[in-house]
C-alpha cells in the first residue's frame, strides 16, 4: 500500500470516527433535560400543599398563580 494512501486512508477513518461522536452527542442532548434543584421543587410542593388546603379562597384557585408542571 503507498504511503499517501494509507495517510489519506487513516484522515478519513479518524473524520469518520468524529463524525459519528458528533452525531451521537447531538442525539444524546435534547434527551438529557436539565432537572430543577430540590430545593425548587420542594418549595413548589409546599405552594401547592398550601393552595390545596386553602381551596377555592387561595389565589392558586382563579389560575392568579402559575406553577410548573
Not at 495517510?7 to 478519513?12: A, F, K, P, Y
Request: some cysteine; aromatic content about 8%.
Amino acid at each position: 500500500m503507498d504511503f499517501d494512501v494509507f495517510v489519506i486512508d487513516w484522515l478519513v477513518r479518524e473524520r469518520l470516527r468524529e463524525a459519528r461522536r458528533g452525531a451521537e452527542w447531538q442525539w444524546a442532548e435534547p434527551a438529557s433535560v436539565p432537572r430543577g434543584s430540590l430545593r425548587e421543587a420542594l418549595g413548589l410542593a409546599m405552594i401547592r400543599a398550601g393552595c390545596w388546603m386553602l381551596g377555592e379562597a387561595s389565589p392558586c384557585a382563579g389560575g392568579t398563580l402559575a406553577l410548573r408542571r
